[in-house]
């Protein structure tokens, strides 16, 4: 079965640096997903994408994160500086344009010191 | 905006036996739909199950059925026979149907389902 993918799976990073996660959508889904989840905390909506660009972002996407598309695959969350309240599970997923179901990667565990 | 409330911290239920999830959210939209996300330790994100707002009859899968109360708001997740490999963090989800498709998933604070074996 079809299965988003996400690397790193975990990542240690100073304060400060900058740091992209990296995502492989499942193949013919056309929208994209960045979802953050503090350790013991609810999932939160970072930012959807559809068409090459950013169709709606939470308060919680600031200026400090930025997502692309680089090629025909891959998805990318960047986070420009990072922070200690930077350190979360990010989970990529996607959905298909003909579909309502939305199907999440296994998450890349941020850590930031 | 859209809220998503469980208010059931901790569950727990044993082996064999029958719990329900509970779950209500806020909304003014009449087009929606609605989903249990099952998170184990290892914190993947599973989809359980879903719902459209729409279809007056209750979702189920397998084990897992729903109890959907449109005129309350009212979306509960019962496991028959629960399993110990049912023992996760059980996440109610809303999105929006109209207004755009790329609208995102608002997130209950979940509910951690204790199987006794």
């Known amino acids: 079965e079809p299965e988003v993918t996400q690397t790193p799976s975990h990542q240690v990073t100073q304060m400060g640096q900058e740091v992209i996660l990296r995502c492989v959508p499942i193949?013919?889904?056309?929208?994209f997903y960045w979802y953050r989840q503090i350790l013991g905390q609810k999932v939160e909506f970072l930012v959807s994408?559809?068409?090459?660009?950013?169709?709606?972002k939470s308060e919680i996407f600031d200026d400090q994160f930025s997502v692309e598309r680089p090629d025909g695959s891959n998805f990318t969350l960047k986070i420009r500086s990072t922070k200690l309240e930077d350190s979360a599970m990010y989970f990529c997923?996607?959905?298909?344009?003909?579909?309502?179901?939305?199907?999440f990667g296994e998450g890349s565990w941020l850590t930031v010191v | 905006a859209q809220t998503v409330t469980q208010s059931q911290p901790e569950m727990s239920v044993q082996e064999a036996e029958t719990v329900t999830l509970s779950c209500t959210y806020d909304?003014?939209?009449?087009?929606?739909?609605l989903f249990w996300y099952k998170q184990p330790p290892s914190r993947q994100m599973i989809l359980v199950i879903r719902?459209?707002?729409?279809?007056?009859q209750n979702a189920t899968e397998n084990r897992f059925s729903v109890n959907f109360q449109k005129a309350a708001k009212s979306f509960s997740l019962k496991i028959s026979d629960s399993q110990l490999g049912d023992a996760a963090m059980y996440f109610c989800?809303?999105?929006?149907?109209?207004?755009?498709?790329?609208?995102?998933?608002?997130f209950g604070k979940g509910t951690h389902l204790i199987i006794q074996p």
């Open positions: 719902q459209e707002a729409y279809k007056q």
């Open positions: 193949s013919n889904h056309l929208y």
């Open positions: 909304t003014s939209e009449s087009d929606y739909y």
């Open positions: 997923a996607s959905r298909p344009s003909s579909g309502n179901t939305i199907y």
């Open positions: 989800a809303y999105r929006r149907g109209s207004g755009g498709g790329a609208d995102g998933l608002t």
């Open positions: 994408f559809y068409n090459n660009e950013i169709s709606e």
